[in-house]
Every structure is written in C-alpha cells, then in structure tokens.
C-alpha cells in the first residue's frame, strides 16, 4: 500500500481456491469467491460456518493452508495486515483504550503518513455524528457509539475493503436497527466495497445488496437477498434464510414447462425453471406466507396446488399475522402465516383445513433427498461447545 | 449478652492498637535515633542533632553501601524488567516447544530457600571462575527478580484483548509501532509495578547478596555486619529517609487516581 495515498475507490475481492485448516478441524474446505467492487455484500452463515475465518483472512490476520486473496487484481495472499488496503470493524470493536476517540481514528491516518491526520479524523467523526465526543477515552462511550467510532476509525482510511465482523452482535434491538440503516447510508455515501459477517439473515437481507450464505466451510448459495428467499437453492438455505415447508416425492411426469412431483399420492407441480432438479426423488417448498388456509376442499385448479386435509394443532397470534401448525397425515407439519385481514383467527385447534398455493410460489432443491437435514450435527451449538470445551483442555493439559 | 458485645466493641481496637504500636516500635525508634547526636554506637540517647541528616556522608561507608544498592537495585531491575516482560509476552502469546516447562522453571526461584539459591549461585561464580563483586551480585538478583516480573506482567498480557494489536495491524501499525504505540502503553501500570517489586526485592536482599558479594558492601550487608559493634546514626537517617520516600510515593498515586477519577466521574 503505497503510503500518503487513499485507494480511489472500492476494489474487487477474489478469493481463489481458499482452504483453511487449524490443528485438528477445517475451517474452510474449498472457496472460491468474488465480490465485485461498490457492492455491500453480506456473508452469512451459522457460528462456525468460517465466515469470520473467512474475514481474518482477506484482513491477512490468517494464511491461508492453500489458495490465493486478490483484492483489485493485486495477488495479496503474501502481504502483511498492515500492507493490504483494508480495514476491518473488529466484533468487539477492538479501539483502543489509552487513546482519546479522536486519536483512535487518526490512528491509521498517523501510520501512513497522511496529511492533516486530525482534521481527516474529525471529518470522519462528523459522519458518525460523534465529533462532540472526540476528546473523550473509548470506555466513557455507550456501546453504539463505541460501534460509531470504530467505523469511524475504518472509514476514514478509505480502504478498498472495509471488513464488517458481526459489528453489530453485541447492540440491543432497537440501536442495531437503527445502525443497519446508519451504515448502509454511509457506504452510499462514501462507496467504498462492504464486506460484512454475520448470523443475522434479516439484518443480511436489509443491508445487503449480495448475499453469501455459508455452512461448513462452504458457499452454499450466492445472489440479491430477494433471490435467495424466493428461490432457495438447498435446504439449509431454505431454512436459514427465513422458515420453509419441505416436502420429498419423487418426480412422475415432466413438461416443457413444469414438473410434477408425487408427495404421498397428491400430484405436487412445480415450475422447471424453480427445480433444480428434474429427475428422480426431490424435495419441493413453499414459504409459509405462500399458503392460503382453506376451510373447505378447493376445485381443481392447475395453477394451484393443493395438500389436505389436515389438522391444525397449534394457532399462535403474533399481532400483524397469525402462525397456524397443522398435520396433515402421511406429510407431516405443514407452518402457515395468514396476515389478520379480518380480526378473530381463521381457524381454531382442531379444525379441518387445507392449504394451497399458486404453482409458481413453489420451488425445488438441489439436495440429494438423503443429505437434505443440512443441520447436521456439526453445526449445532452442542458440538461447538464440545470443541470449545476440548480446545481448553488441551489448552490446560499444555500449561 | 451485654457483657460480650460490650467486649467485642472495645477487645478489636484494642488488639489492631497493640499490633499497630508493635510494627511501629521499630520505625519510630530508627527514626528517633536518626536524630542523636551520637559518636561511634547509637544505642544510648546523648541529645537532639540534625546533624547526622545534614551531613550522611560523614561516615563513608554507609554512603558507599547505600550507592552500592542503587546501583544494584536500578540496574538488576531495568535488566529484569526487559527480560521478564519479552518472556512474560511470548508465554501468553505464543505456542512453542518447552513453553510449560519454562513456565514451571521460573516458578523455581520463588519457591526455592534463598539459602540454597545463594549458595548454589557462589559455587557456580566459583567453578566458573568468575570474581565476585557488583556484576555477580547484579546477576544474581537480575535471576530471582526475573520470575516475579513474569508474574507481574503474565497477569496483564493475559487481560489483553488481542483483537487490539491486530486493529493496530489492520490500521497500517507494523509490528514495531504496534509494540510501542498500543502493546507497551497498555501493559505499562503491570510494567511499572513489576518494576517496583523487583526494586524492592532487589534493595532490601541480604542473603543471597552475601553469598555472591564477595568485598563489595551493599546497605542490608552493611546494616548486618556493623549490627555486632554498633550502627551508625548515619544508617537510621538512610532508612528512615527510604521509608518516608515509600510512603511519599504511595500517597502521591493514590491522590492522583483519586484526582482521576473524580475528572472521570465528571465528565461522564
């Protein structure tokens, strides 16, 4: 990095071939990833997944085992943090505590021997509306506006990359929306590439303008926020992102247009261009919202499918909509969310109903039927804690 | 009932009284007596003198020992303080091979009888042929003075957030800046009490200092051997003068953060 300069803009990202082990598990298996320059891109993901893995690497904080980090072209696997033009909001904001805020945002001003560190500094606190603050120590802050100050700090760098490690996990609801819309608004403004962490999948979808989601070391899906949920190509994307109704049958007939898939008797069709699959046995969602709750049995109606009858077995009311569960034998549970249009619950515990839904609302997975509980045991907060657990004994039995 | 409340009232400052009088017998008798107007012995009061405070260099020797164990003392705890705080860094930092072993090694000469120490480092100066004197004595307490740095300072590094130094390395520090610009500043107050401790350890040493001294004379030594025939107003005065500069710089960083904290509590 060239020093007394800025970068001019954002830069592309280009993770090739990426692998990552530590002594005794992998964190990433194989990655291949680009993330085009101006764009704020969300990688998301269950803990453990290795996306802050992910994260430290492109910061240069981990080598990768294997494979090559390219930011705007430039071959940077080999460069030092310090060296790379990238800038990252650390989790726990990691600002330091013996400086004022002012001078922890002049900080890497400072190193790189810019002109004017200070009142670059002070710029980049009016951004964050915290310039009143500037002479104050970190710890005299609230945790947002710690938040504040370490974008701040990033920021003003004007680093091609600006790496975002879950900044938001430690706020209380209320502030962590408010610093969604915050710092959207700021990379508009200043338009530099986003790269951000996190478990959140709503605050992913109203940030970003891509999203990755990952699971085990992996990419498992990569578009617009509005894409993956519409169209979820696996089922631990249909899962993480949002809630979805999964059913398995196996294909019995094909069109042009749409296949036709049997779900215990009942011809389900979905639209070819929706199925990742055309053949053989898959599974087939529909998004609760999708589903209209029917008291009685529908007409016969190729745009619409149907599934009942069922029971419901459990209404929860949750203001602006309501959350029916119902059975319907030899399926299983089937989740419905009706919007309250009418007030009083459409249906009661007990009642018979069935559910529908336009043919062109469904969609099919890529999963092979056997490897569709994607939740496997190792991403489960038990086993995380379990390694946790024995990384700290093995820690103990060394000291 | 009564009766045993009415003891408890009076028995606890009563005790804490004795106990206090009995610590400060000593003290207050080495500062009276730094003020007699003594000859050769200052065992027997023979008046008031300022004398002996004016003019402390009148016997030599006290001074030349007193220098002797600043000497001693500044240069064992800049040495140990440099060498305790590296190791101290890569124990908590760092994954290598014998690292719980060193661990445990420097835990030794805490644990180990001074006697033994001492002895055990005057036959080794001894083999080695090395001539005793200020750099044996240095050495020696440099050894013991090393371990509780590593305490001091492993208690501090540990508290420290890593994700620090890498935001310092993220922000364009290299290793060196990020060192003095965040590492240092911050292990600082654990830097500077490990210093003070050894200083301390280092000053008032005796028996280890008199196995590796050879004619080199340091306060403690001093103050023993001249005990037999009679210590020297002059060697009160020293004393008396080190224990008020104690007290002096204990209440001296106690006001100040106390100074700091109510500008704290102000402006928060």
Not at chain 1, 17 to 25: A, L, S, T, Y
């Amino acid at each position: 990095m060239a020093s007394g300069a800025f970068a001019e803009s954002g830069a592309d990202l280009e993770l090739v071939g990426i692998q990552k082990r530590f002594p005794g598990f992998t964190a990433i298996e194989h990655l291949d990833l680009t993330i085009p320059a101006g764009s704020f891109f969300a990688l998301l993901g269950p803990s453990g997944c290795g996306k802050t893995t992910t994260l430290r690497l492109v910061a240069g904080l981990e080598d990768p085992t294997e494979g090559r980090v390219l930011i705007g072209g430039k071959d940077v696997t080999k460069l030092k943090p310090y060296q790379r033009p990238v800038n990252t909001v650390f989790q726990s904001y990691a600002l330091f505590p013996h400086m004022t805020v002012l001078e922890n945002v002049a900080f890497g001003l400072r190193r790189r021997h810019i002109a004017d560190p200070l009142g670059k500094a002070h710029e980049a606190l009016r951004l964050v509306e915290l310039d009143h603050l500037a002479t104050r120590k970190p710890q005299q802050l609230s945790g947002g506006q710690q938040q504040r100050v370490a974008l701040a700090r990033a920021v003003v760098n004007r680093p091609a990359l600006l790496l975002l490690d879950e900044p938001l996990g430690a706020l209380d609801l209320k502030l962590r929306r408010q610093m969604q819309l915050e710092l959207k608004s700021i990379q508009e403004e200043v338009g530099l590439t986003f790269v951000h962490v996190t478990h959140d999948q709503e605050e992913a979808m109203t940030m970003a303008d891509t999203v990755a989601v990952m699971n085990k070391g992996e990419i498992e899906q990569l578009g617009a926020p509005q894409e993956l949920y519409e169209l979820p190509r696996t089922a631990f994307v249909a899962n993480f992102l949002g809630q979805s109704n999964l059913f398995t049958g196996k294909v019995t007939g094909t069109t042009s247009s749409a296949i036709t898939v049997d779900i215990e008797g009942v011809k389900i069709i979905v639209p070819s261009k929706r199925a990742q699959r055309h053949t053989g046995e898959v599974t087939v969602g529909v998004r609760p919202e999708k589903l209209h709750l029917l008291l009685k049995a529908p007409k016969v109606d190729s745009s619409v499918n149907v599934l009942g009858p069922g029971r419901i077995i459990d209404v929860s009311f949750s203001g602006v909509s309501t959350q029916y569960i119902l059975t319907i034998p030899g399926i299983g549970k089937v989740t419905v969310f009706q919007q309250n249009m009418s007030s009083g619950p459409l249906a009661h515990e007990g009642s018979e109903v069935w559910v529908s839904w336009d043919v062109e609302h469904g969609f099919g997975l890529a999963d092979e039927p056997a490897a569709s509980p994607k939740f496997s045991a190792d991403t489960d907060t038990a086993t995380i804690a379990l390694q946790k657990k024995q990384a700290l004994m093995s820690e103990l039995e060394e000291a | 009932m009564i009766s045993k409340l009415g003891f408890g009232k009076w028995a606890l400052p009563l005790y804490a009284i004795i106990a206090l009088t009995f610590l400060m017998i000593p003290i207050a008798y080495t500062f009276i007596f730094s003020f007699n107007d003594s000859l050769k012995t200052n065992i027997v009061w023979r008046g008031f003198t300022f004398n002996k405070w004016l003019d402390v260099c009148n016997q030599q020797e006290v001074c030349e020992a007193f220098g002797n164990s600043l000497i001693i003392g500044v240069t064992a705890t800049v040495c140990a303080t440099i060498l305790g705080t590296m190791i101290a860094i890569a124990l908590v930092r760092y994954r290598f091979r014998f690292r719980s072993a060193i661990s445990l090694l420097l835990f030794l000469p805490m644990a180990t009888p001074e006697v033994v120490l001492g002895a055990g480092l005057a036959s080794e100066f001894l083999t080695a042929g090395v001539d005793k004197g200020m750099v044996t004595i240095i050495i020696a307490h440099t050894m013991f003075c090393v371990s509780f740095v590593v305490v001091t300072v492993k208690a501090r590094v540990s508290t420290l957030d890593p994700a620090l130094e890498e935001a310092g390395r993220d922000l364009y520090g290299s290793p060196n800046q990020v060192f003095w610009r965040i590492t240092f500043p911050l292990l600082l107050p654990g830097i500077i009490a490990a210093a003070l401790l050894s200083f301390a350890l280092s000053f008032d040493d005796f028996i280890i200092t008199y196995f590796n001294s050879g004619t080199t004379n340091t306060f403690p030594k001093y103050v023993y051997v001249s005990a037999a025939r009679g210590i020297p107003a002059e060697a009160n005065v020293i004393a008396s003068a080190v224990f008020f500069l104690a007290i002096i710089l204990v209440l001296i960083s106690q006001v100040s953060s106390a100074i700091r904290r109510k500008r704290l509590e102000k402006v928060s």
